[in-house]
């Protein structure tokens, strides 16, 4: 036993590796009388065999119609004897040496035991005395058989403190790979958390002075107008698109077989009014097209409940065409203006807030991971306490001597 009282881990598996060794030459030892003895009896069997196949078989004369039969199961029985009690028993120098012994000498015994019993009588009526010697071999067979088995459960029930003392240094050594792989895993963890917050504090730092500079301040009040500018659009869009649809009934029913272009524009009129002013249209053509709804209302060919208060919204939107459009030229103009200017600085300073959300949420989702990894090794930790406290409780139970296992 090692003298000193404090253990590394490398230091008990030594220490279990001797006295695995030790055992295992105690056992041995204690095996070699039995398989010397087996060998002496497979021999005694082998003799047994030589004898029983020069016996002459005297038979009476009405056992003399059977005498083939009684010569070929004699034969039988010296050929398996022969076999078997030829076989090579193993050296043993290891475990697995003396559960192949075991193994060795229980299968020869079945086998003999088989071969005998099969033909008991034939052997205790016409070889009475080899009969005899043949269960007076297997029994001292089978005697060595039960002082194998007893020994080599001996062997291991002694080691079994010595095997559980093992799994539990394996165990150990897998959670303090563990430990370490999370101990890396928060090393990486925390240098990518300094890199974003270092990220964060340079973007703030540099939102912060963008935000108080003056080509800031001016962009951000032209984005502002421009804001204000969008949303005039909108509002007209909606109110020019509020107008049209007291009319939407009287467009639909004229689209009724006129030209793929005249479909287009009452299409625009019903869907997208705000279309009918832009630079692109043709502002007569809607004007002209706006009459013939209102004369076909008149004439009788399109058909509406309400057609008078249709026809005064028809006749509403062709006089305020004109000022609609002025309205909308001066609001698309405004906002052409306004797009031009420099609001560079305000996006600039969108993407800057944008990225350091960015930064923020991975931030949390680092920190929350490095404290899952930092409770991992905590747990890992008190785990392979618990576990040494366990081995020097197991190494007491096997040497006698107190021990302290450190890693």
Same mark, same amino acid.
């Given at each position: 036993m090692p003298q000193a009282d404090t253990l590394s881990i490398q230091d008990v598996q030594s220490l279990l590796d001797k006295l695995e060794s030790s055992r295992v030459q105690a056992l041995s030892a204690r095996l070699v009388p039995a398989r010397d003895s087996a060998h002496h009896a497979l021999d005694s069997l082998k003799a047994i065999a030589e004898a029983m196949e020069k016996e002459k078989l005297k038979l009476e004369e009405l056992e003399k119609r059977f005498g083939s039969n009684i010569e070929n199961t004699k034969?039988?029985?010296?050929s398996a004897l022969r076999r078997e009690a030829s076989s090579d028993l193993? *050296?043993? *120098?290891? !475990?697995a040496d003396a559960k192949k012994f075991k193994e060795r000498l229980e299968s020869m015994i079945n086998r003999f035991g088989e071969v005998t019993g099969s033909h +008991? %009588?034939? !052997?205790?009526?016409?070889? %009475?005395?080899?009969? +005899?010697? =043949?269960k007076g071999e297997l029994g001292d067979l089978e005697d060595l058989l039960k002082d194998v088995k007893a020994a080599i459960s001996a062997f291991e029930q002694e080691r079994a403190p010595a095997v559980r003392c093992a799994n539990t240094l394996n165990?150990? !050594?897998? %959670?303090? +790979?563990s430990e370490r792989t999370d101990e890396q895993a928060a090393l990486v963890t925390q240098e990518r958390i300094s890199a974003l917050e270092l990220d964060v504090a340079n973007l703030k730092g540099e939102l912060a002075a963008l935000l108080s500079s003056q080509e800031y301040a001016d962009a951000r009040a032209t984005a502002e107008k421009l804001a204000q500018a969008e949303r005039n659009q909108e509002q007209f869009n909606a109110r020019l698109a509020e107008t049209f649809s007291h009319t939407s009934r009287a467009l639909s029913k004229y689209s009724y077989g006129v030209s793929k272009e005249t479909e287009r524009r009452l299409r625009v009129l019903l869907e997208e009014p705000w279309l009918a002013l832009g630079e692109q249209e043709d502002m007569s053509s809607y004007l002209i097209l706006l009459s013939d709804v209102h004369k076909s209302i008149v004439s009788g060919q399109i058909q509406l409940k309400d057609s008078d208060k249709v026809l =005064?919204? !028809?006749? +509403?939107?062709?006089?305020? =065409?004109?000022q609609l459009q002025k309205d909308s030229d001066a609001i698309s103009s405004e906002i052409a203006s306004l797009r031009q200017e420099k609001i560079g600085p305000v996006y600039h300073a969108r993407e800057v807030e944008a990225l350091i959300a960015q930064h923020e949420e991975g931030l949390a989702r680092e920190k929350q991971l490095l404290e899952q990894l930092k409770k991992q090794v905590a747990q890992s930790s008190n785990d392979i306490s618990s576990l040494l406290t366990e081995v020097s409780e197991s190494l007491f139970l096997i040497t006698g001597k107190r021990y302290l296992v450190i890693r």
């Open positions: 034969r039988m029985v010296v193993p *050296q043993i *120098q290891t !475990l +008991s %009588k034939m !052997l205790n009526y016409f070889l %009475k005395k080899h009969a +005899s010697n =043949l165990t150990i !050594l897998q %959670k303090i +790979s =005064l919204h !028809l006749a +509403s939107i062709h006089s305020a =065409l004109p």
